[in-house]
């Protein structure tokens, strides 16, 4: 099994910081999306989407999407649970994990995809071309700064996101915030619980996989 | 338990024929999303987010995110599953319902939600103002042919969108080409291969639901 990764990228972090969680161990080969690596003819041989994280399984199959890699592997390695335990923490695992995903990690790629040139005609990840959208850019700043005060209110006096657990709902804001700064959209200072629990699941040894 | 559902709008759509084709039987309350009743107070009270679809259950706690619904209903009644039986399925349906969700449905709530007047500072569920980008209209249409031509290669000698099985990932490819439809981008004629696979779903007594 292999692990099609890009160590600079938000997404196939949150693989990795998964993985680390769960004590796996993936053969990892270094894919450059910047550069354009993705979307070469050695690696549309493997994925013809273009996309990463990708996981090639030893019978030369692949599974791609971030979420889908490590339901895999949730599956295959149940311990630790980091989709929840029962149908309820399961269902608030996935509903954070979308929000997160929507109000953070989707509109920080709009800023960074819609106004870094490294990616011209490549606004949406994957083999087609698509122009940027410069409005997206201020859109996505704003969205992020919004999804700062929201979490920060739902994290008021809880260790994690969801539950007293630590899960990949965790995982997924942790490497979206981080994401979100790296852009340039610090968190405020003033928001305290987002700083407390950013230290707490940042101290993982998982975070730094 | 209630669902507030809108009868007209994909996303909601998705837990009802979810629901039908599992057989459960769940309370329905409308709210007009058009009409803006989402984000009004009485419904705020329910769900701060103003977002379709949600579950309240029956100690006034909410699940929202259709993704997070289903996953709930999949846990409290297993049969028929919906998601994959091993690892490989359940992973491959992800997979696919997250690229049904990114090539299409999110392309197709990109075209009319910058188009239409009725989204005018809506061009984002929920209840933040985020102003329309009238350039995501084209490049939706465009995405969601893309998405078209793909999805008709990957149906090629196959019943379904993942292996052998009706799933989830056939619900959600059903619900954002209808979805498609409605706001105008028809699937070509020449791409045979949906138009045989839409009918086999279509046809199934959940489609009504």
Redesign the interface.
Known sequence: MKLFDMTGAPNPRRVRVFLAEKGIDVEKVQIDIMGGENLQSNYLAINP?GVLPTVQ?DDG?I???T???C??FE??NPEPALYGQ???S???I??WI??IEGDAFAPTADVLRNSNPAFENR??PGT?N??Q?P??AD?GT??VK?FYARLDNHLAGSDYVVGENYSAADITAMCAIDFAEYVGIAVPKALGNITKWRNRVSSRPSAQA
């Open positions: 989407r399984l199959s599974i791609d999407e979420s889908a890699i339901r895999y599956e295959t029962d149908a309820v399961k269902a608030q996935e509903s979308r929000q606004s949406i087609d698509t122009p959208v409005a997206l859109r704003d969205r919004a």
